[in-house]
């Protein structure tokens, strides 16, 4: 029996500190291919149970098994597989030119590269994006230019944004990657609203929200879950779990649920659980999401099992917080590696094509570098023109906007 005397106040602790032995023996993972595909249109009360398990197509070997898998061709595979290699490649320049001095800040997606790689590959064009700021490879696997994202990073004189946002931050309505917010959570709603009136207007054109883990603590999370299931809104509903927040271990903002995907149960929304690290599995189950968006069934709940290997940002350091070998530990391994083992397991590549394509890839990158760089830097070069600041913020601009840019000189 309970006892029933002083009250003691419960704070969530991760398994291991900084110092101890990495352990993930809490992450139940099951066998790939056992988890079953429903209808599109199924009653999300008979499927309640998909939000505590995890959906595989990769097993140990690289096969591909099970009732999730055979959606995608070779040339898919091969062409997913250099996205998720070229946006590696991206992050890791980048993280050298804000140590560099050349940037201010910077987010890598070390380790996350399947998530928005293969999610984009499962939308249609005029589809929007309502992201956070580590889903760079949605823009990566639509074909959006290199040049112009470190542009943005740059700050300099390209800038798309023309130096009114934040390193990473980027935004491309053509590309279906709405602007992104500094505020954590505030897109999850505005996602909703976005599909509802996507609906409202008889439009075919359906919404994704991102969220972390630890943002899914955020009241404008549990708001969208209100509105997307009262009104059955066209979006699907992703929540990244890469483990770890800033410096706060997933448990934090979890609660008592179990898992992020248990979120979902208590407003009616079908919720589901993949593999973060599979990037067939991830494809599939986006398309899953996106059809029944599409047929007006309704949104769907999506949790990516994955992990962070980085830092949270080039201003953190994860070393303080978890283990150094955690990364090493993890038990979904690299997707990268694994997508790279499946198609030679399928002879569709070898070591040295992959070697090679290392190499191309590297070569690519560092051109857009180049190029981005000789418009200017952080410290160095061309920058947004200061008359920028006034234009696009009005359609007729205000007396007193004319004055001050006048007192400027621009």
């Known amino acids: ?33 056992s988890v079953p595909r429903p209808e599109i249109d199924v009653d999300p009360r008979t499927i309640r149970d998909m939000a505590f398990s995890i959906i595989r197509v990769l097993n140990r070997a690289g096969e591909a098994v099970g009732p999730w898998a055979g959606l995608l061709s070779d040339e898919e595979l091969l062409q997913g597989l250099r996205h998720m290699m070229t946006l590696r490649t991206f992050d890791a320049r980048m993280q050298m030119a804000q140590r560099q001095g050349k940037t ?94 996507s609906a409202i207007s008889n439009d075919s054109r359906i919404a994704a929200a991102w969220i972390g883990d630890g943002s899914t603590a955020e009241s404008d999370f549990h708001a969208a879950l209100v509105f997307a299931s009262t009104y059955k809104a066209p979006v699907v509903l992703n929540v990244v779990n890469n ?82 070998a955690e990364s090493d530990a993890w038990p979904l391994g690299d997707p990268v590696i694994r997508l790279k083992n499946h198609l030679i397991q399928k002879g569709a590549w070898s070591e040295d094509r992959h070697t090679q394509a290392e190499a191309e890839i590297l070569e690519t990158v560092i051109a857009a570098q180049k190029e981005a760089e000789s418009h200017g830097t952080l410290h160095a070069g061309g920058k947004p023109s200061t008359r920028d600041m006034f234009e696009g913020v009005y359609a007729e601009m205000p007396p007193h906007l004319r004055r001050q840019r006048q007192q400027a000189g621009v």
């Open 243 to 324: 483990q770890w927040a800033i410096s706060t271990f997933q448990g934090i903002a979890r609660g008592g649920s179990g898992t992020f995907a248990a979120r979902g149960l208590g407003f009616g929304i079908p919720s589901l659980r993949v593999d973060g690290n599979d990037y067939l599995a991830v494809h599939a189950v986006a398309k899953w999401a996106v059809e029944r968006a599409r047929r007006n069934l309704g949104p769907t709940l999506v949790e990516y099992v994955t992990y962070r290997v980085g830092a949270h940002s080039t201003s953190d350091d994860p070393s303080a917080y978890r283990p150094k």
């Open 1 to 33: 029996m309970a006892d029933a005397g002083m009250l003691r106040f419960h704070v969530p602790e991760p398994e291991v500190r900084p110092g101890g032995t990495p352990d993930f023996s809490n992450v139940t993972i099951p066998k790939a291919g």
């Open 104 to 197: 201010s800040f910077y987010m890598q997606h070390l380790g996350e590269e399947a998530v928005s790689c293969a999610f984009r590959k499962a939308l249609q064009p005029g589809d929007m994006n309502f992201p956070t700021y580590r889903q760079a490879g949605l823009l990566i696997a639509d074909g959006y230019p290199m040049v112009s994202m470190m542009n943005q990073i740059y700050s300099n004189e390209a800038d798309p944004l023309k130096g009114r946002q934040l390193p990473v931050m980027y935004s491309s309505k053509e590309h279906g990657f709405f602007s992104i917010s500094g505020n954590l959570a505030t897109q999850y709603i505005q996602a909703v609203g976005w599909a509802m009136a």
